[in-house]
């Protein structure tokens, strides 16, 4: 069974960082292309980092470039989120997926993580 599980997140203060881990199982998550997303209360659920399955590019959202990283541990199957210098507006539940960019009708999103950046 194909599956992606997100986890690593928690409360954090503003200026903090957090690691996020998205473990993959049923695939080689190395042969595709991992996407990070997020979605904030009341906000439709956005892209914000796509990691290519030859690593040959990594893409940001403005919203996160240069604070945000992700990286791919293939001995784990696991690709990190590693945020650095969080704001508040980066509050959202965050996931991982198979795709990129934006969602496509009949995807089957995991549980998420929680992030919450509060002073």
């Known amino acids: 069974q194909v599956q992606l599980v997100e986890s690593g997140g928690g409360l954090v203060q503003p200026g903090g960082s957090l690691r996020l881990s998205c473990v993959a199982s049923?695939?080689?998550?190395?042969?595709?292309?991992i996407g990070w997303f997020r979605q904030a209360p009341g906000k439709e659920r956005e892209g914000i980092s796509c990691?290519?399955?030859?690593?040959?590019?990594?893409w940001y959202a403005d919203s996160v470039k240069g604070r945000f990283i992700t990286s791919r541990d293939n001995a784990k199957n696991t690709v990190y989120l590693q945020m650095n210098s969080l704001k508040l507006e980066d509050t959202a539940l965050y996931y991982c997926?198979?795709?990129?960019?934006?969602?496509?009708?009949?995807?089957?999103w995991g549980q998420g993580t929680q992030v919450t950046v509060s002073s």
């Open positions: 049923g695939f080689d998550a190395d042969q595709v292309a």
């Open positions: 997926a198979t795709l990129c960019f934006t969602s496509i009708p009949g995807y089957q």
């Open positions: 990691l290519s399955n030859t690593e040959e590019s990594t």
